[in-house]
């Protein structure tokens, strides 16, 4: 066994199949539906290059927890490839790896291990990758800076790798958080945070507006389970049935700005509509209608995800 999936599963095993549900994106289900949606447009070239890739994952022994037996060959390479896709939430309940830098790991230590790229052998889990947290205000409050390195830096980084003739073991750990993050930059509250005199750091990306009368405690975690929840890669696959196509010309805007931006005005067109959700920490009730608004809304997103992660592994990766 390759000596850093030695380190993992000494004492992790535990909890290699608990993601953390503190700082998540998507949940594990939609981001396994993202990558379903992705893998059903690769070619077969690319198909057969990410499972290479992805054969040096040191997670990837304990992925067959999760398929079902009897499962094809063919359909279990998909399934590792949707699996995969979860990797970097799966690391956040990984006791191998340890948080960095403050706020709970959620902003970026002020040194240059924020931003390397060396592979498995960095063992932080770099929270901070996972959301750009674009502030704004209703109540005309002073915006903070943002953060960097974020997640937007980080596409960019790991884009550039695959594109790259760097060694296929950086190109493994580069894709693994590319197949994660391409599905973070389109949930809206991994996009923006609301400032204002009751908060004026901001909530968070919705973290810090509670929620009364949902099964989600605050309104971020609603966000990440609007689709549903479970770890069942087979779940996810057979949801992806019920998923608009996504535009033609939004599917083949590579441009990760352009997607934060959109993003970032579902968040506040949307997410942090008004009512229910007000200005403040609430608790807030979420309506019918809002869920359901909420639900078309992600399921878009989903689909749109999916489509543009695969245009970018058929055109980039190498």
């Not at 949606?37 to 040096?56: G, Q």
């Not at 409050?141 to 550039?160: D, G, K, M, V, Y």
């Amino acid at each position: 066994m390759h000596r850093i999936a030695k380190v993992m599963v000494a004492g992790a095993v535990a909890h290699l199949l608990v993601c953390s549900a503190s700082a998540s994106a998507w949940n594990s289900r939609s981001h396994m539906m993202i990558a379903a949606v992705a893998y059903t447009r690769l070619t077969p070239a690319v198909k057969t290059r990410v499972d290479e890739l992805l054969r040096l994952n040191p997670d990837r022994d304990n992925w067959s927890a999760l398929i079902p037996a009897g499962t094809s060959a063919t359909r279990k390479k998909m399934m590792r490839f949707m699996i995969a896709a979860t990797w970097a939430d799966r690391i956040k309940s990984n006791p191998a790896y340890h948080l960095d830098g403050s706020h709970n790991g959620n902003r970026p230590p002020e040194d240059p291990s924020a931003s390397r790229n060396t592979g498995y052998d960095d063992f932080a889990r770099h929270k901070y990758w996972h959301f750009e947290d674009r502030p704004f205000t209703q109540d005309n409050t002073s915006l903070p800076p943002i953060p960097t390195p974020n997640l937007r830096t980080q596409i960019t980084a790991f884009r550039e790798v695959l594109a790259s003739p760097q060694p296929d073991a950086l190109k493994s750990y580069d894709l693994s958080w590319l197949l994660h993050l391409i599905g973070d930059a389109h949930q809206p509250l991994h996009c923006t945070t609301r400032v204002s005199a009751q908060q004026p750091e901001g909530d968070d990306g919705g973290n810090g507006v509670n929620l009364t009368g949902s099964s989600a405690d605050n309104l971020h975690s609603f966000w990440d389970g609007v689709l549903g929840g479970g770890q069942s890669p087979a779940t996810a696959l057979g949801s992806i049935a019920n998923l608009p196509d996504p535009p033609t010309s939004a599917a083949n805007d590579l441009d990760v700005s352009h997607w934060l931006d959109a993003c970032t005005a579902a968040a506040q067109q949307t997410a942090y509509q008004s009512p229910p959700i007000r200005e403040g920490a609430g608790p807030f009730t979420l309506t019918q209608a809002y869920k359901r608004k909420a639900r078309k809304l992600a399921e878009q997103q989903v689909a749109l995800a999916g489509a543009r992660l695969a245009n970018i592994l058929n055109e980039e990766l190498r």
